[in-house]
């Protein structure tokens, strides 16, 4: 993608706005919604950026990090074995634990 922040930024608003029109269900809130729709198809043309190759890039990119987050477990569970003859020792070590609250959606602390 050649700027995603752009892009991320364009698909935050047209969502949200989206989500606000449907709970609102007012013409003013599905107008913003179907302005943020224009701009963000707007962009996607300028950019040769298909919303179907988007798509499958962020699918594509959330599997990788899902598997480097199940490799980060693995290896660490593999380390404390190896330290300390207990694998579930590494389940309290900080980078575990992100990863498996990261893995599981829930908010890091």
Known sequence: MKDCTELK????????LKQRA???????????WLTA???????????DIFIEQAALSILFDRE????????????????AEDQYGDPNKAESWSCVTVARAALNKEKVQ
Do not use: C, P
């Open 37 to 47: 729709d224009e701009y963000l198809n707007e962009y996607l043309d300028g950019q």
């Open 9 to 16: 930024w364009l698909l935050i608003r047209q969502t949200t």
């Open 64 to 79: 990788k990090m899902h598997d480097a987050l199940v490799k980060i477990i693995e290896m660490n569970r593999q380390h």
């Open 22 to 32: 449907v709970k609102t269900g007012t013409i003013e809130d599905e107008d913003a």
